[in-house]
C-alpha cells in the first residue's frame, strides 16, 4: 500500500490533531507533512490565549502522539512528530493572534503600501485599536496586508499601556479589558515514533 501525497496525507491528518489539540484547550495554527528520508517529519504549531510554554507544547505532543497511535490506519511506515508554539515573527493573520497580541508592538504594512509600527489594544472580529506615533487608530484587518510583532527589549511605557487600556474599557466591545497574551517563544518538543 503506497501513501497518500504530502498535501493529502496532511488532510486526512488535520481534523485527527486538530480534534487533540483542542481537546487540551490549545489552538492548531499550523499542521506540516514532509518527507525525511524513509520517515516523515509531522510538524505541528499550536498556540492558546494563555500563551505556550515548555510544559504546554510537551502536554500537546503527548495528546498529538496519542491521537495519531490510535490511527494506525492512516500511516505507512516511521514518522517524527515536532509539536512546536509560534514563534515572535509568525505573522498575525487571524483576529486571535491580534487579540494574543494585546500591548505588543506591531510593525504592519497596508495593502496600499505605507508602513507603520503601533501598540496593539482591543481587537475584535474585524479589526484592532492600536496606538501609533501618540494618537489611538482603528486599523481594520482587511486593509492589513502583512503585521508581525516587534521584540522589545524593554517594558512598554505605562502611560502608552493606559492609554490603550482607557481605549478599551470604553469599547463597546464585550472583549474589553482582556488580559494581555504573554510573550511567545519558540517552544518545540521532538518526539520519536519508530514504526
Known sequence: MS?????????????VVREAVTAIGFDLELLDVQQAGRRRLVKVVVDSDQGIGLDEVAEASRAVSAALDAEDDLFVG?????????GVDRPLTRPRHWT???HRLVRARQR???EFTGRVGEAD????????????RRVDYAEVERAVVEVEFRQPP????ALLDQAGTSADSPS?????????SDNTETEEESR
Open 112 to 114: 496600499d503600501g505605507a
Open 176 to 184: 474589553a479589558g482582556s488580559p494581555s497574551a504573554g510573550p511567545h
Open 158 to 161: 505605562a502611560e502608552e499601556l
Open 3 to 15: 501513501s497518500p501525497p504530502r498535501g493529502e496525507f496532511a488532510a486526512q491528518l488535520e481534523p
Open 125 to 136: 472580529e474585524t479589526g484592532v485599536t492600536m496606538l501609533v506615533d501618540g494618537a489611538l
Open 100 to 102: 494574543r497580541a494585546r
Open 78 to 86: 516511521p514518522y517524527t512528530l515536532e509539536v512546536t508554539s509560534p
